[in-house]
């Protein structure tokens, strides 16, 4: 339940400014946003639990590889690749970007084949566990891809772990079990081999902007109610619904995304506002709460 709050003329101002600017190509006072530009991106395999652990998904001799399956359906220009990650010995392991066959694919080699490497670097992780984000730069086109740490290749020499825990760090979606892949002994004196379904809850991450339908938050090829809902827990947080470059996930990124709308009629009918009358619904909104603002001081979120 929420009680209403006064603004500040300030956050006022600002969300008139931003209203103004982005009604101002729907009612013909400026050309249309561009919709074809850079968007930030963060496609993330679990969310970040308590730092500090010792332990995890182990990054080892015997165990030498782990990472997380994940699509694009847009170009998308990666800059970042990271996760919560533990460093025992504080040696380098790799971090790298395979391209697979499909979603359901494993890497070809033992652990892989150089020519499915799209990019890689090497990084000492963390000691104990934390968030880190590596920079790595590359273009992905539209496909599967792994990103995968590791170690006793592409240079690198380190122990490590990968901290996992469902309860503190639950899959975000389409991320599942099935995601996940591990190389490692399957029984004694076995060799080496890639496995699927050994658990859940690893917090790993790909970042970079996106070039296509930039209201395309989530990065699954649509512009529907899922980016709305990004749009909204982004809102004046962070970038990673900023469809129109401009360092913000604002106003005028909601109109960018109701313009690119491509989800279904029933779902268009339901939450989707026309323009006009959605932001002079939003305006409205505004002015109400100013005007209570003066008869009141009392306004609570």
């Known amino acids: 339940m929420f009680q209403p709050r006064i603004l500040s003329a300030r956050i006022l101002s600002a969300l008139w400014v931003t209203l103004i600017i982005g009604l101002a190509p729907v009612i013909g ?3 249309p946003l561009s919709t074809n530009i850079a968007s930030a991106a963060s496609l993330e395999s679990a969310q970040m639990g308590i730092p500090g652990k010792v332990s995890g998904v182990a990054i080892a001799p015997g165990q030498s590889a782990t990472g997380w399956r994940f699509e694009v359906s847009v170009p998308f220009q990666v800059e970042s690749i990271g996760g919560h990650l533990y460093g025992s010995d504080q040696q380098p392991i790799y971090g790298a970007i395979l391209a697979l066959d499909s979603i359901t694919a494993l890497p070809q080699g033992l652990p892989f084949n150089l020519d499915e490497v799209v ?5 000492v992780p963390p000691s104990p566990s934390d968030e880190i984000i590596v920079p790595l730069s590359v273009t992905l086109a539209p496909g599967a891809y792994a990103l995968l740490f590791g170690t006793d290749a592409l240079g690198a020499t380190g122990i490590a772990a990968v901290p996992n825990s469902t309860s503190e760090q639950p899959d975000i979606p389409p991320t599942t079990i099935d995601s996940y892949i591990t190389y490692g002994i399957p029984r004694p004196n076995a060799p080496q081999e890639w496995r699927e379904r050994l658990g ?3 917090r790993l991450f790909v970042r970079g902007t996106t070039v296509g339908l ?15 809902a990004l749009w909204e827990t982004s809102f004046g947080t962070n970038v990673f619904a900023d469809s129109n470059g401009d360092g913000l996930s604002d106003g005028g990124d909601f109109l960018t995304w109701q313009r690119q709308w491509t989800g279904n009629e029933t779902e268009t009918s339901q939450s989707v506002p026309e323009p006009v009358t959605g932001f002079l619904g939003w305006t409205g909104a505004l002015g109400f709460l100013a005007l209570s603002g003066r008869r009141s001081r009392r306004w609570e979120f």
């Open 29 to 31: 006072l400026a050309p």
């Open 119 to 123: 990019a890689s670097t090497t990084f």
């Open 200 to 202: 859940s809850g690893r």
């Open 214 to 228: 930039s209201a395309d938050f989530d990065i699954d090829g649509d512009v529907d109610a899922s980016d709305l």
